[in-house]
């Protein structure tokens, strides 16, 4: 049996107060009802509160885009998984390409926030892919193997199965390119492979792994017809309402 299908927005650096409220209005108007996918938007943390007020009594979930792995402590700019949990998050998005290139993400500082978000109670949203370098050279299949070994390194099988992967070909995030559904489709073979061999069949058929690279209206359906794409993380297309319910609803 399929997995259910899972789309989270991500909002990256992205609206205001006033225009996260008006968002999240629009999209629980388009999708907020909808009952047989998962749906969550990840707005930045100046606008979690106010997000949550608004999708409160819909379907909606509300996501983090990163977080620390400390439970406290003097880590200026860095907020932790109990101050999440008290405005409402259920996801947190983790070692996201943006992350990774610009933030000094590592495999390591990947698990470490996985680990602290299984702990509280929360769901990680862990990402990986390459880069249009490492896939044109050969080493695509090194680089992903890698990230998800690390980023998995020490977790049990029960909780990694309450994690969802995002695959994000780092070459089509932002650019309009977008990978293939035969390309997405088996990228996600090859994690489901990986997650086989540390934790078995069972958690490897039941982890979900989303598509997250340039996933938009037009190509959603074809995208999510694939046998291992069980949903996708969203960018650009998840700050316009009628574009993000295109993908949650796709014709």
Not at 64 to 79: L, N, R
Not at 155 to 160: F, H, L, V
Request: charged share 25%; aromatic share 6%; hydrophobic share 40%.
């Amino acid at each position: 049996m399929a997995n259910r299908v899972f789309i989270a927005g991500n909002w990256k650096m992205n609206t205001t107060l006033d225009e996260a409220r008006a968002l999240a209005k629009d999209v629980v108007e388009a999708v907020g009802s909808v009952g047989d996918v998962d749906v969550a938007v990840c707005p930045p943390y100046t606008n979690l509160q106010a997000v949550a007020e608004v999708i409160k009594d819909s379907n909606v979930k509300l996501g983090a885009q990163d977080v620390h792995w400390e439970e406290k402590g003097a880590f200026t700019g860095k907020v932790s998984c109990a101050m999440l949990k008290s405005v409402g998050v259920t996801y947190v998005i983790i070692g996201h390409s943006e992350q990774r290139s610009y933030f000094n993400e590592t495999d390591e500082t990947v698990n470490k926030k996985t680990k602290a978000v299984l702990a509280s109670g929360l769901l990680p949203i862990v990402c990986v892919g390459e880069t249009l370098e490492e896939r044109k050279s050969g080493s695509m299949d090194a680089v992903i193997e890698k990230q998800v070994k690390g980023a998995f390194g020490g977790i049990s099988a029960e909780d990694a199965s309450k994690c969802t992967v995002a695959y994000e070909p780092v070459w089509a995030i932002g650019t309009g390119e977008t990978a293939t559904p035969q390309q997405a489709n088996e990228a996600h073979i090859f994690i489901r492979k990986i997650i086989s061999e540390l934790f078995g069949k069972e958690t490897a058929d039941t982890i979900r792994i989303q598509y997250g690279g340039s996933m938009k209206p037009g190509n959603a359906k074809s995208l999510l017809e694939e046998s291992d794409v069980d949903g996708g993380l969203i960018g650009g297309a998840a700050l316009k309402a009628s574009d993000f319910a295109g993908i949650v609803k796709p014709k």
